[in-house]
């Protein structure tokens, strides 16, 4: 069964930055096409950013810019950095398939707050 743990999460003023990471487990992880998504409060899980096998990337528009994700197979892990945070930007990350095929994870709470 395939395991997903997110971490790198916290509190941080607008403008500062967090790296998220996501380790997997119970998978071949190279294969796969993989994504980070969020849920803020009282809004559905998005589509944030995503990393194909290959490593080609792509951004929703309001992180483009802001955001980078990356991988390292041999860590079974995928990255988000995040820079030049926004309170909008305030939600709990999720990592997930590109098209969130496996079971979630717990998430890593990101509060951008003064």
């Known amino acids: 069964q395939v395991q997903l743990v997110e971490s790198g999460g916290g509190l941080v003023q607008p403008g500062g930055s967090l790296r998220l990471s996501c380790i997997t487990s119970?998978?071949?992880?190279?294969?796969?096409?993989m994504g980070w998504y969020r849920q803020a409060p009282g809004k559905e899980r998005e589509l944030v950013a995503g990393?194909?096998?290959?490593?080609?990337?792509y951004y929703e528009d309001s992180v483009k810019g802001r955001f980078t994700i990356s991988r390292d197979n041999a860590k079974n892990t995928v990255y988000l950095q995040m820079n030049s945070l926004k309170p909008e930007d305030t939600a709990v990350y999720y990592c997930?398939?590109?098209?969130?095929?496996?079971?979630w994870g717990r998430g890593t709470q990101d509060t951008v707050s003064s």
């Open positions: 990393i194909f096998s290959g490593g080609s990337t």
């Open positions: 997930n398939t590109a098209r969130g095929g496996w079971s």
């Open positions: 119970g998978t071949i992880f190279s294969i796969y096409n």
